[in-house]
Antibody, heavy 118, light 105 residues
Framework: QIQESGPQLVMPSQTLALTCSVSGGVIRNTDENWGWIRQSPGKGLEWIGHIHYTGSADYNPSLESRTRISVDTSKNEVSLRLTSLTGADTAVYYC????????????WGRGTLVTVSS | IVLTQSPAALSLSPGETATLSCRSSQSVGSYVAWYQQRPGQAPRLLIYEASKRATGIPARFSGSGSGTDFTLTISSLEPEDFAIYYCQQRSFWPGFGGGTRIQIK
């Protein structure tokens, strides 16, 4: 199971920091990437990026300049930082497992709604 | 790569068959997945690699296609199947279609 946590309200121009906690297993599997997808009414589902336990990460080019994903294998956690927020970043943010052998997003967290507003 | 799903909405009765289309602007081989999203829930993986059912998915869900044209078929709709369905490609970075809503007629 995976569970997202973080602030529900963030001010414009600030930085969003979310954490994904993975339980019932470990992040250190070669075949898995752990990532983030967001869903907003205006843009639908949007892949943000993912990371392998080795630290190798890939990002959506449209968000790459503002995004950093990191992994802490000792805590079984994946983190997302998204900078320079605007109202367009208001969305439900999902943590997902990206299983290379499928390849698809086979495990999703429940999601956390983040609102960017002053 | 742009994924276009059609129709945007489908009105059907339980027991009927739903046929959903997903068209890609470029060939994505067989790297298409389908997801179901019920209200207030996260998407759930149904189909990967165009035609392979994910673990625990009923046989009434089937996928087909390759290249640029893909189809999700749901035979004999159950009440819990009325939801939104998304296709997703994996050719370069992952991208999603805009979704098809199946609603009760």
């Amino acid at each position: 199971q995976i569970q997202e946590s973080g602030p529900q309200l963030v001010m414009p121009s600030q930085t969003l920091a979310l954490t994904c906690s993975v339980s019932g297993g470990v992040i250190r599997n070669t075949d898995e990437n752990w990532g983030w997808i967001r869903q907003s009414p205006g843009k639908g589902l949007e892949w943000i990026g993912h990371i392998h336990y080795t630290g190798s990460a890939d990002y959506n080019p449209s968000l790459e300049s503002r995004t950093r994903i990191s992994v802490d294998t000792s805590k079984n956690e994946v983190s997302l930082r998204l900078t320079s927020l605007t109202g367009a970043d208001t969305a439900v943010y999902y943590c997902v497992r990206d299983l290379g052998s499928l390849p698809a997003f086979d495990v999703w967290g429940r999601g956390t709604l983040v609102t960017v507003s002053s | 790569i742009v994924l276009t799903q059609s129709p945007a909405a489908l009105s059907l009765s339980p027991g009927e068959t739903a046929t959903l289309s997903c068209r890609s602007s470029q060939s994505v081989g067989s790297y298409v997945a389908w997801y179901q999203q019920r209200p207030g829930q996260a998407p759930r993986l149904l189909i990967y690699e165009a035609s392979k059912r994910a673990t625990g998915i009923p046989a009434r869900f089937s996928g087909s296609g390759s290249g640029t044209d893909f189809t999700l078929t749901i035979s004999s709709l159950e009440p819990e199947d009325f939801a939104i369905y998304y296709c997703q490609q994996r050719s370069f970075w992952p991208g999603f279609g805009g979704g098809t809503r199946i609603q009760i007629k």
